[in-house]
């Protein structure tokens, strides 16, 4: 069965970090896009980072450039996300997805809804 795990978050206080990961079945795992992704409570969910696994590629939302890493391990299976100087604006689910695609900029620029496998979520809050 298709399966992705998120762990990691928790609470921070501004300027901490944070590192979230994503166990990824061996069946979605032949998966070549993986994000991140969050909602934060009354908005809709928004794109975080995406990696294009072949190749590496990696694309970031202008809100989380510079302060955020997308990285997978493929021996373990694993998709990250290190999330450094955050802010209380970044307190939302975060959510790992997986999906297959033909090029890098199909992976990036996909709508949140068309992409196939998605975890439940880990809760990152950021706060004084």
């Known amino acids: 069965q298709v399966q992705l795990v998120e762990s990691g978050g928790g609470s921070v206080q501004p300027g901490g970090s944070l590192r979230l990961s994503c166990v990824v079945s061996?069946?979605?795992?032949?998966?070549?896009?993986m994000g991140w992704f969050r909602q934060a409570p009354g908005k809709e969910r928004e794109g975080v980072a995406r990696?294009?696994?072949?190749?590496?590629?990696?694309y970031y939302a202008d809100s989380v450039k510079g302060r955020f890493t997308i990285s997978q391990d493929n021996a373990k299976n694993m998709v990250y996300l290190q999330m450094n100087s955050l802010k209380p604006e970044d307190t939302a689910m975060y959510y790992c997805a997986a999906d297959q695609f033909p090029t890098w900029n199909s992976c990036f620029f996909s709508r949140l809804s068309t992409l196939s496998y998605w975890g439940q979520g880990t809760q990152v809050t950021v706060s004084s």
């Open positions: 061996a069946y979605t795992y032949s998966s070549n896009c």
């Open positions: 990696i294009y696994t072949s190749g590496g590629r990696t």
